[in-house]
């Protein structure tokens, strides 16, 4: 079904269709929709990706029967059920949770970090039909583990989540993504962090072929803040992650790292990118990919220095290896810089595995197999062992055993 | 920053252009303006036989509907295609000179001023000269020399009237006229250029060389190089660029095209010294650039080395196509952009054949307000097997009103193609100046070190003819400067 016809039948159950200055923005986006020419060559949102699964979607939406729990089982620590992207509201003198109002989907459209054609950010402002908003209090440290459970076949969700840390504070956030029905959710998050505010977040990717997740993240740090963000993809279903990030005070530090284990004829799309607006501040986005079988991923990361963003310390790696004759990768480390005191790299390498090092295991009486996983395993040790939490450290360790399990 | 430094920049940023004169000579221009009649009037003022009218309409045909591309980070006014001359020659050359007593005493002087070696005892030097005023090749030096090899080096005009055949079988076989506007644009009129071809086995005992320049006012120049390189030969070619000053921006969309057969190889280098446009930005030349080159046969190799010190804007993809299995492509740059001037280059590898290896070192310096681009494209296909490829781009800025980018583009489809790319941005090292003037040099000096150890990878695969000068041209560049 169209776009339109799609939106126009199911305006009801979207959120804020009564607001106008909403309305006018979704009436404009129809718009390019309508003259889009969905050119593959320049539109990075729509490399290697199947486009008629996501332009003649139909849109199929469920308000969630069972509401969504929140777990205080330990005094800092907090567990969020969200299903079809829904999550109950909740208030203690740590946190609130709330649903998400009209003033953030203007807050968030405003934003001109993220580029203006990428059609799926466009597509979640158009079918907005879920979110919430965290908020954790000034200095406090707080532990959330949010589980992403989408329940029926066929569901279409467009989310979309604040998370605000105010001053001094600490939240350690993993998500996990596990979703094994026929469905899509695009999901949107907007992230602020206050002065001194730490953000450890962790996103656990592992969903079933028929599942698309498309997530879009743009955090923006103050003085003193630090955002660190992990993304572990073992999904074998279809997975965009572009992640956004502003410096907008000085002494603040972004860190985009991503693994990801593609095999079959799954797809990844993966984009980073950093605005360096104030000075003192560091970034590093670092992602590495594991490609088998008829597998395709791309990889995109930008590092933005401006005028005033002096003493920058802006690096970049990105590292892919491919597994078989049939995999491909495509990288673009970019970078733009109008400051002069700064200091900034990329290093890009896609290869296969070091003949020379299965060579010197073989000779220590390894198999070829053996030898190729201990080296995969190495490859993306670093990511690993600086997981701090046991049980996430354990699960990944299982899922990474898996995804070995099927190399040949 | 310091306030020597700033009064380096300011010496620096006062440096002139010592190319910008213009010789009084006459021109003969056709009307302003691109139409089917212009080409017509090209075509027969070089008295072109029907077949090439034909190819250079198609093309036009081809530009009509094209769009320029709009991809590069540059920005500049729209280009009126219909306000510049397509042709322009110094009066009296529709027969070719055939000895330097013909040529006009003037541009004879021109070319002196421009230390170009145009008289024979100078030739001697080993330099064989082709020169390119604005539209007509005026002389090309040493060719008797040349002949008893085989090779054949003169004018693409002339090619097409003696080697139809070769002109027909290779001309825009690399950049076909539809590859995007600006090849179209050449293809269609395109006025003179070099055509080089040397024999199998045949190493060419000289450095070939072209000069070109654009004198009349509002041309463009439009040139068009084909360099054939046939079985187990060997050539390096040289290029040479300057324009005079004028406040118009005047443009040049050249084309040049590499054919390297089996076990031959191609060198190409280029200084480019355009006129860059003053310190406000007014004026200078647009160069919009296409050249490729094709490595057709197993082992051969092509390799591009370039310094970048003129034009208001380059806008230049000096590529190879390693088609041949175990061929090589080889890409060094320096690109220097200053004061208003805005650079896009880098390069393009694709790599088809299996063993192909590729090389990239592109070093970019950015002063004033200028904005310095590398962009690059390096793919290795389905079938390169053992593919190799190593990139390396690092950009100095200086000042703190300039801009570097880097935009790479990696795209790699066979599982034992071993790609690499690394790239860093930074100022100059205050550690290694405190350094240098702790031993006794001035800021200058030290700076101009510096920057020269920086770009020395580059400037020593330049032919010996060129890496002295282009050594001056980085230190004029740098004259009084940086910090």
Known sequence: MNIQDNYLQNKKNIFFSENKDIQNHRDKLINIFENDKYDKKNNESLRNINLKNFIDFKYKYQIPEETSVINNNQENSYSIVSVNGQCTSFKDDRIEITKILDEDYNDFSKNNTIEKNDHFVNLNSLFLNSGFKIVIKKNNNIKIKISNIVTDDDLTIFQKNNFICEEGSTLNLIEEYENKNNSTSNIINVIKLEKNSIFNHFLIQDNSPNHNLIITSHSSCKKDSTYNQKVYNFSEGYVRNFHYSELIETNSEADLQGIFFLKDNNTSNNKTSVKHLAENCKSNQVYKGILNDRSKATYFSNTHVNEVAQKTEGYQLSKGILLSDNASYFSKPELKIYADDVKCSHGSTIGPIDENAIFYLRSRGMSKIAATKILISSFINEELSSIDDEQMSEIIQKKLVRYLSKVK | MNSETLNTLDTYSKNKYKYGFVTEIDNEKPKKGLNEDTIKFISQKKNEPEWMLDWRLKAYSKWKKMKEPKWANLSFPEIDYQDIYYYSAPKGFEKKPKDLSEVDPKLIETYNKLGIPLEEQKVLAGVAVDVVFDSVSVATTYKGELEKLGIIFCSIGEAIQKHPDLIKKYLGSVIPPGDHSFSALNSAVFTDGSFVYIPKGVKCPMELSTYFRINAENTGQFERTLIIADKGSYVSYLEGCTAPKRDDNQLHAANVELIALEDAEIKYSTVQNWYPGDEDGKGGIYNFVTKRGLCSGRNSKISWTQVETGSAITWKYPSCILKGDNSIG???????????????????????????????????????????????EVSFLRKADKARNYTQCDSLLVGNQCGAHTVPYIDSKNNTAVIEHEASTSKINEDQLYYCRQRGLSHEEAVSLIVNGFCKQVLQELPMEFAVEAQKLVSISLEGSVG
Do not use: C, P, W
């Open chain 2, 330 to 376: 080889e890409f060094y740059s320096v690109a220097i952009t200053n004061n208003f001037q805005q650079a896009d280059t880098g390069t393009k590898m694709t790599h088809i054949g299996k063993n192909t290896k590729s090389k990239i070192i592109s070093k970019g310096i950015s002063l004033g307000k200028s904005q310095n681009t590398y962009r690059g």
